[in-house]
């Protein structure tokens, strides 16, 4: 009886409230209290028809009358009345769904509450898992701390991901990502985005993030070619709550499948393009018609090529992002990464498309909103890239440590010290000599077997790029050359060999060779087969032609030559 009274009055209390707010322009019947009698008299200002209620189920049975006509009589008609009459005068809007705001001035027509939410939203992309302070790199201590003050300054917040967060540190990459997510675990991270580098260790290492994570890897785009299904391991979108706002993340990555080493992502493919669009399109219309949300937002592992800000037009960014999600009003903001370049702008239809310059260093971005949930209009308050020196003398916060404290096993030696370096050598430098390293490696290794014509291939240093005089760090060459692309040996034609190697265009590309190597590029034979030393990137890039004829030890990358070269006292 008493769940069925409570029901009742729960009904009643939205049925009133919905007169009071005039949302839905119905009429409330007139409910008697059962045989206990009519109850309050609705509308009246004074809670009236108590006596009738009373009475008459007082008369015609304690039990029947007194509970079911008192209670339902007398608390719908107290309600309603109250409701209706007291409250019509003010207006009470009981949830906020019953608010109006036609003329979105972002006061409700009826009960002249404020029905905007200021918002902050705060994007990291190309963290690159540099969590730990060291000479040459900023860790995220401080950043912690001024994150969690977001909470302090009483706002609504979300902090998201544009991708890459995972490659290029000692403490990242010897946990394959987990001491990173970890640290977005303890900041409550509403999403991440998936990157390039996400995979550079394989989709398994993926899927145990995934595993880690108390937040979704977003990634609309990426197939299973077996399946032709997104991946299970992330999800085109995740809708999170703020105050009295829902918000829409869509997450995508570019179209940089080929800076990926093919071998990690054989299983796989990405919808970039029309596809892309299409997809980001039809997510947008579901999580406005089916979820509700007052606000989109994109996070896309792309962006724009250099730095710039104020209005640029759609054709200036079309490689990587389509006019019609703006023009169509499919995201109301945009966060960028990948292409580690810091600015701020609004596309030619007023949306906002931020990216910050990666590393930490180069600090956060931030777009505060004002966002109006009745009729989800949308305004940019601010927009920019918090700098790092905004929060850098800040309190540096505990998880850091503790971090580096759980992790301490797997870690183990990687900030121990390999050998000495006497002088400054910039990324072409360690470029070069990585090359060398190769072509020593090659000769020692199949040098008997086969004629190595050369060592290198495309090889390009990561953050820091250079390497400063003193004393060297496994953890300062993991950074520099953090990819885990075994060392092996492939044939290749003549006319390719020339093309690719001695003649190419591309600045990236290092090679090195001895007496041999010098004689074929004076006199190469274009139809013969040559052997040359690459690694898995270089081999796998299928506009080289190569072909893998034998592997090195697949624990063995260019930063463990360039670490056995040091000890060895190479560069003192």
């Not at 007082?58 to 109250?82: F, P």
């Not at 093919?262 to 493919?269: A, C, E, H, L, M």
């Not at 949300?293 to 200036?316: M, N, P, Q």
């Not at 702008?345 to 590393?359: A, K, L, R």
Request: aromatic share 12%; net charge negative.
């Amino acid at each position: 009886m008493k769940k069925t009274i409570c029901l009742i009055l729960v009904l009643m209390l939205l049925v009133s409230a919905l007169v009071s707010c005039e949302y839905f322009p119905i009429e409330i019947p007139d409910t008697s209290g059962g045989e206990g009698g009519t109850g309050t008299n609705p509308g009246t200002e004074n809670n009236g028809g108590n006596s009738s209620g009373n009475n008459q189920g007082n008369n015609q049975g304690n039990n029947q009358g007194n509970n079911q006509g008192n209670n339902q009589g007398n608390n719908q008609g107290n309600n309603q009345g109250n409701n209706q009459g007291n409250g019509q005068g003010n207006g009470n809007c009981l949830t906020s769904a019953m608010h109006v705001d036609s003329d979105a001035n972002g006061i409700c027509d009826n009960c002249t509450a404020d029905v905007v939410v200021t918002l902050d939203l705060y994007g990291i992309n190309d963290l690159h898992g540099k969590v730990f302070d060291t000479d040459s790199q900023i860790g995220v201590d401080e950043l912690t701390t001024y994150l969690k003050n977001a909470e302090s300054r009483d706002e609504e917040y979300v902090f998201l991901s544009s991708g890459d967060m995972w490659q290029g540190s000692a403490e990242s990459n010897i946990t394959k990502g987990m001491l990173v997510t970890d640290w977005m675990n303890h900041l409550g991270f509403a999403s991440m985005t998936l990157g390039n580098h996400e995979y550079d260790w394989g989709e398994q290492y993926v899927r145990d993030n995934a595993e880690l994570a108390e937040f979704p890897f977003l990634a609309i785009n990426v197939y299973d070619r077996t399946t032709q299904k997104r991946v299970e391991y992330c999800a085109p979108s995740v809708v999170v709550e703020r105050g009295e706002l829902k918000i829409g993340i869509i997450g995508a990555i570019g179209d940089c499948y080929s800076s990926i080493s093919s071998d990690k992502v054989q299983g796989i493919y990405f919808k970039v393009g029309s596809e892309l669009t299409a997809l980001v399109k039809a997510e947008s219309q579901r999580l406005r018609s089916e979820e509700g949300v007052d606000l989109v937002v994109y996070a896309i592992h792309d962006g724009y090529d250099s730095s710039a800000s104020g209005e640029l037009s759609s054709s200036r960014i079309s490689s990587y992002y389509s006019s019609e999600l703006s023009s169509g009003g499919y995201v109301d903001v945009v966060f960028e990464g990948h292409t580690h370049q810091k600015y701020t702008f609004y596309d030619s239809y007023g949306v906002y498309h931020i990216q910050n310059g990666g590393d930490n260093k180069n600090g956060i971005a931030h777009i505060e909103l004002d966002v109006n949930y009745v009729t989800d209009g949308v305004k940019v308050i601010a927009a920019g890239v918090v700098s790092y020196l905004t929060y850098s003398s800040m309190e540096k916060d505990g998880i850091v440590d503790a971090l580096r404290e759980k992790y301490a096993e797997e870690i183990g030696n990687a900030f121990g010290t390999v050998g000495y370096n006497s002088k400054y050598r910039d990324d072409s430098d360690i470029e070069q000599l990585t090359a060398e390293l190769y072509y020593q490696l090659g000769v020692q290794t199949w040098g008997e077997e086969y004629s190595i014509v050369l060592g290198g291939g495309f090889l390009r240093t990561r953050s820091p790029y250079n390497l400063y005089a003193g004393e060297v760090t496994y953890s300062d060459l993991m950074m520099l050359m953090p990819f885990d692309n075994e060392i092996v040996l492939c044939s290749i034609k003549g006319r390719d060999l020339y093309n690719k190697f001695f003649n190419t265009s591309n600045d990236d590309y290092y090679v090195a060779y001895g007496d041999y190597g010098a004689g074929v590029k004076a006199n190469i034979d274009q139809n013969a087969t040559y052997y040359v030393v690459v690694d898995m990137y270089t081999a796998q890039y299928s506009y080289n032609n190569l072909t893998v004829v034998a592997y090195y030890d697949s624990y063995t990358f260019a930063r463990d030559l360039l670490a056995e070269y040091i000890r060895n006292g190479g560069l003192e």
